[in-house]
Nanobody, 123 residues
């Protein structure tokens, strides 16, 4: 089992910044961040979408809508995932979710999800 807990959300004005954190834990001392992980978001009335992923070797991938503004990083020593969000826009308003695959799967197919954290951008 993998547990994911997001923090760092809140409300900022357009152009502001936020840094989301995801604390990961799992049984047997498995380092969750050693595998692929990702951030996803779901805005009201919309489907969940991928924001950014980082695979086991640190290669990152971003949705076109956030490229150049968001940065995904991880710290394996802390078993934590981060999302630095700059130049925020009202359309970034959503619930943000941290996600991880089945341990040791070698896959980026997400199987575990945090409860989410709300990010609200006001104009």
């Amino acid at each position: 089992q993998v547990q994911l807990v997001e923090s760092g959300g809140g409300s900022v004005q357009t152009g502001g910044s936020l840094r989301l954190s995801c604390a990961a834990s799992a049984a047997s001392g498995y380092t969750v961040t050693s595998d692929c992980m990702g951030w996803f978001r779901q805005a009201p009335g919309k489907e969940r979408e991928r924001v950014a992923t980082i695979d086991k070797d640190g290669t990152t991938n971003y949705a076109d809508s956030v490229k150049g503004r968001f940065t995904i990083t991880k710290d394996n020593t802390k078993n934590s995932l981060y999302l630095q969000m700059n130049s925020l826009k009202p359309e970034d308003t959503a619930m943000y979710y941290c996600a991880a695959p089945v341990p040791w799967s070698g896959s980026c197919a997400m199987a575990y999800w945090g409860k989410g954290i709300l990010v609200t951008i006001s104009s």
